[in-house]
């Protein structure tokens, strides 16, 4: 059975990533991208999909794990009754080659280990064909399926059944190296990974970009962690900010919320340029603006909510027969048919993300500010539609409270760039828009009896993306009506203790089935806490959603507080560019709250 989700790690070369389970198998990778076809898909499967294992032959071995330091090498130590050693898994950050390495390393006695090999290229669709390269002292296969090699070496493997074994024992003191290098089947193979230099020289990496974290406050480590994963779901190449390294994992066990999260969505692509810029790293926002630039491209009516990791626009969704699903959780899906939908919101949280971005300091070029009066005039061009909202529905579109709030905000921050920037434009329009668009949400997203913000304008309900609101300055942390939402929503959204998005039971989204609390919004809520006056609360729901963290601190899409499973995709940038603000929050610093006025 495949292991849980909050039983796996993630390596990265910030291109691409594999995810290791806690039993030392490599269950997903993809090559050379995020969103390319898998190598290893155990993960929506079982071994037969793919994998790669190494793990001691004691039956009774012990593993425990952690990531070295500020890094992303995860460091496994295994306790066995012969003695103990470690495994290093990472990804070299060298961006002319795609490689997963594996160190083992003698701490005491011996280990003997077993490593067992399960090729299945294309999503599983492909087994590849594999012949023995190398010699006796250098062992090496070579597996070929269509435009994919992988060359693994390091130890002799023997074939059985589409399998290949092998073991290996390691003293204290003594090294022992296995590498899977993937390259284009048409290309030269690369040479062999000089493994000990790859492994200082990507540690070097990690722990350079992060020593320039600007953040002094609670939670540090938790910080931290969620900034190293966001640079890492950051493409190096294309600038492209995945939402997650994975697809179709389960937001309810068993069910069909199943989609691929491997792309660019805009709306989460700038809250992780906010969160990075927040903390120090404006050059990220520069290359992002880049990237946006190029994807946007053309006429601003035909701007999409996402993109693929190079600013691809064709994410047409389908459903694969060749993997099962996640311990059985169909369909699996690749692209994502959110592609075509309406979101109102989009544009409003780019305009805040790039606002942010000038106020730390990086300024406008020749192609930037045109770009952002066009995304406004697609703003106004959608004014009166309705829109499939920030969680994306499928059922009908509806004039989501939310959405109405984040085109105010892109007016807003338009209005801004030309007052406080001195940039060109028509703002005497924009603060027309904008007065129009404050004066519909308080006639139209306020419930008339209870004083809080409605999910949309034909509902009681409320939904926790309104908690947003106030971080984008649309009102007050402590406006009576923030108030009352906070309190509805801590009546209907928060049956386990952590924030639920909205009332699945409703039907609004279109779909069957519910789903697990959304970590994001439990953060959110933990900011909203804490900027109202309710500080020991943003402190007692902090813990609580920290928990949602597995043993190295990645946060999956979804949680379930009662069997303490992780749901959804996972690492999901979403989840933990909102820890980063909560714990911003409690520090007193409350990001781009910063910047309400």
């Known amino acids: 059975m495949t292991a849980a989700i909050e039983d796996y790690a993630i390596i990265s070369n910030c291109r691409t990533a594999a995810l290791v389970s806690r039993d030392g198998s490599i269950d997903w990778f993809c090559a050379p991208r995020y969103d390319s076809p898998s190598l290893f898909g155990a993960l929506l499967g079982t071994e037969e999909h793919g994998c790669w294992r190494l793990v001691p032959t004691d039956p009774g071995a012990v593993a425990t794990r952690r990531y070295d330091g500020d890094t992303m090498i995860l460091v496994t130590r295994w306790q066995t009754a012969s003695g103990v050693a470690e495994v290093f898994d990472f990804m070299p950050t060298d961006g002319d080659r795609v490689d997963i390495a594996r160190r083992i390393v003698g701490v005491s006695g011996e280990v003997e280990f077993a490593t067992e090999l399960r090729m299945r290229f294309d999503y599983a669709r492909a087994i590849p064909w594999v012949r023995q390269t190398g010699d006796g002292a250098t062992p090496a296969l070579q597996a070929t399926a269509g435009p994919d090699t992988l060359v693994i070496r ?303 304008y034909e509902t009681d309900e409320v939904d926790a993306s309104l908690l947003l609101l106030p971080q984008v300055g649309f009102c007050a942390p402590d406006d009576p009506r923030m108030v009352a939402t906070v309190a509805r929503i801590e009546d209907t959204l928060m049956e386990s203790g952590l924030v639920t998005r909205y009332r699945s039971s409703t039907g609004v989204d279109g779909l069957a089935g519910g789903e697990n609390a959304f970590i994001a919004c439990s953060f959110w809520l933990v900011e909203q806490y804490a900027s109202m006056g309710r500080p020991e609360d943003a402190a007692r729901l902090m813990a609580l959603a920290g928990r949602a963290a597995n043993d190295v601190g990645l946060i999956a899409e979804e949680y379930d507080p009662v069997s303490g499973r992780q749901a959804g995709n996972t690492p999901q940038a979403l989840s933990h560019l909102a820890l980063v603000r909560a714990a911003d929050a409690l520090a007193g610093h409350p990001g781009r709250a910063a910047h309400r006025r």
Do not use: C
């Open 154 to 456: 390091g130890i002799a493997l023997v074939s059985n059944d589409h399998a290949h074994r092998g073991v290996v024992t390691v003293a204290a003191g003594g090294t022992e190296d296995l590498t899977a290098t993937w390259y284009r089947s048409y290309r030269r193979e690369p040479r062999p990974l000089d493994v000990a230099t790859a492994l200082t020289e990507t540690r070097d990496w990690w722990r350079q970009w992060a020593t320039t974290i600007a953040y002094q406050g609670p939670h540090h480590e938790q910080v931290t962690r969620s900034l190293l994963v966001l640079r890492a779901l950051s493409h190096e190449d294309t600038g492209g900010i995945v939402a997650a390294a994975t697809t179709s994992l389960p937001e309810q066990f068993g069910g069909a919320r199943n989609w691929d999260y491997r792309y660019v969505w805009l709306r989460d692509a700038a809250l992780t340029l906010e969160a990075l810029v927040d903390h120090g790293f404006l050059s990220v926002a520069e290359r992002w603006r880049m990237w946006l630039l190029r994807a946007v491209a053309g006429k601003p009516s035909q701007m999409q909510i996402m993109y693929g990791l190079a600013g691809e626009r064709d994410l047409a969704e389908r459903e694969l027969t060749s993997l099962p699903g996640y311990q059985g959780a169909s369909p699996v899906r690749i692209g994502n048919g959110a592609v075509d939908q309406y979101q109102g919101d989009v544009i409003g949280e780019v305009m805040v993300a790039l606002e942010a971005a000038r106020l730390a300091g990086l300024e406008e070029d020749d192609f930037s500010w045109p770009l952002q009066r066009a995304l406004l005039d697609r703003v106004e061009a959608g004014m009166d539609q309705p829109d499939n909202g920030i969680w994306e529905v499928r059922g009908p579109r509806r004039m989501f409270t939310q959405s109405r709030a984040m085109m105010w905000a892109a007016f807003d921050r338009g209005v801004r760039a030309v007052e406080r920037w001195g940039l060109d434009g028509p703002a005497e329009k924009w603060r027309t828009l904008r007065a129009r668009l404050s004066a519909e949400i308080h006639e139209r997203g306020v419930h008339a009896e209870g004083g809080y913000f409605t999910q949309h």
